[in-house]
């Protein structure tokens, strides 16, 4: 396949709109795979890496894209590498080569074969929202924890981290903005759900807090609710920020920093893959295949071409609740 060309979505400058466009198609190096890319769902990370505010060593020009699905078509070398030839597979693409195209590099140890049972739709969320979800739960092991509180409640991490942790006998105390969402989270059978939006929010959510002793908060909004919250839960509490849907900083007063012992850490991915060894990194890909098809699912709200490409990203954007666009990088 060299030489070839593929179509793609370019993101030739951060806070512009994708661009469709006839680009080489990528070729695998030693160790990586080179998939036929079949779908690819947008998340929240590629909407802030589309904007320019997420951390990443893939520079504009380039093609956006962290995860999808295929077929493992070219092996670049090596044991793992040809091992995964002509496989179905999920992958999380690195380097400039994105997974917005028709084709797709990989490092062999980031592509996950997947069951004939399983469709490309389901496997192709198996990565960034799957395996933050289980950082999520070893961070809360490890603080041993009984409950949490969580933003953003009704995304799609949100409804995987209820089902997920409920499994765990882990309380979710969840916090959503919109009266909808409530029903969402109950048929995931979600126990505590909060709407941020009505006046008894607060003094609500510090009953629940105080009487599950939920010291973990895992926030995805940022700006002025993540010290709203925490001043509602016990002392000691941490508030975990894996994302800033608010677009402000995250804050905390001082008194909650002095007196009440209470902070503010990031949880990254990218970072906490690099701690854990690589056979923590094996047992939490072999849960990611047992559990694709349940308590790591995925909601798919609809399909898109490439042709699609920004209008998809800003449908998204405006609700992700509904469940998540896919691009379907064949389809013409």
Not at 131 to 146: P, R
Not at 217 to 243: E, H, I, W
Request: glycine share 6%; net charge neutral; aromatic share 6%.
């Amino acid at each position: 396949m060299e030489n070839q060309k593929m179509k793609a979505l370019v993101l030739e400058e951060f806070g512009q709109p994708l661009v469709l466009k006839e680009i080489d198609i990528p070729q695998p190096n030693q160790g990586e795979v080179l998939v036929r890319v079949e779908s690819t769902p947008i998340n929240p990370s590629d909407a802030s890496f589309m904007k320019g505010s997420y951390s990443s060593s893939r520079k504009a020009p380039c093609v956006p894209g962290f995860e999808g699905s295929g077929v493992v078509v070219k092996s670049g070398g090596g044991e793992v590498a040809d091992s995964l030839l002509n496989k179905r597979v999920a992958f999380t693409a690195g380097g400039q080569n994105g997974t917005f195209a028709q084709y797709a590099t990989a490092n062999a140890n980031f592509v996950l074969p997947i069951e004939d049972d399983v469709t490309f739709n389901q496997a192709a969320s198996s990565f960034v929202n799957p395996l933050t979800v289980i950082a999520m739960l070893e961070t809360v092991q490890q603080a041993n924890a009984k409950a949490v509180v969580q933003s953003a409640a009704a995304s799609a991490l949100g409804r995987m981290m209820v089902r997920y942790f409920k499994q765990h006998g882990i309380e979710v105390i969840n916090i959503v903005r919109r009266p909808e969402q409530i029903q969402i989270l109950k048929n995931e059978g979600a126990n505590i759900v909060l709407n941020s939006n009505q006046e008894d929010f607060l003094p609500t959510l510090k009953a629940h807090a105080i009487e599950l002793n939920a010291t973990v908060f895992f926030d995805a909004v940022a700006g002025p609710l993540t010290g709203q919250v925490l001043s509602s839960m016990p002392n000691g509490s941490t508030a975990y920020v894996y994302g800033a849907l608010s677009l402000q900083e995250a804050s905390i007063s001082p008194t909650q920093l002095i007196f009440r012992d209470q902070s503010i850490k990031g949880l990254w991915l990218t970072k906490w893959l690099t701690t854990i060894s690589k056979e923590q990194l094996k047992t939490a890909i072999l849960k990611l295949q047992k559990l694709i098809k349940t308590e790591l699912r995925t909601e798919i709200a609809q399909e898109c071409s490439l042709q699609e490409g920004s209008q998809a990203v800003r449908q998204y954007i405006k609700n992700m609740s509904s469940g998540k666009i896919l691009f379907k990088p064949q389809l013409q």
